[in-house]
């Protein structure tokens, strides 16, 4: 069974960064796709980020390109969301998902789910 355990959320100024941290375990093969997620109170979840687990290759939404990087490390079974420039926007739960099969920016198509880490982007 897999499971995802997030950390590195916090409280920052505006411009700030943090890094954030996806311990996974359990995979049960490569063929899998790790996404972050956020969800703002009062507003749907929203995709941010998804990378290839075995060949590396990211997508993300616009509103983040060029400011957050997320990238893995398959010996430490660690997911990163390197996250330079905050903004206020960018303040909601973060979470961690994984999905059996190749890239997808649907919630609903990712199988597994971290509990949240809150971050928080003061103005």
């Known amino acids: 069974q897999v499971h995802l355990v997030e950390s590195g959320g916090g409280l920052v100024q505006t411009g700030g960064s943090l890094r954030l941290t996806c311990a996974v375990s359990?995979?049960?093969?490569?063929?899998?796709?790790m996404a972050w997620f956020r969800q703002a109170p009062g507003k749907e979840r929203e995709f941010v980020a998804v990378?290839?687990?075995?060949?590396?290759?990211?997508l993300y939404t616009p509103s983040v390109n060029g400011r957050f990087s997320i990238s893995r490390d398959t010996a430490e079974s660690e997911v990163y969301l390197q996250m330079t420039r905050l903004k206020p926007e960018d303040t909601a739960v973060y979470y961690c998902?994984?999905?059996?099969?190749?890239?997808?920016?649907?919630?609903?198509?990712?199988?597994?789910w971290g509990q949240g880490t809150q971050v928080t982007v003061s103005s």
């Open positions: 359990g995979l049960p093969s490569n063929w899998y796709s």
């Open positions: 990378i290839q687990w075995s060949s590396g290759s990211t």
């Open positions: 998902a994984a999905r059996n099969g190749i890239r997808s920016t649907v919630p609903s198509e990712f199988d597994d």
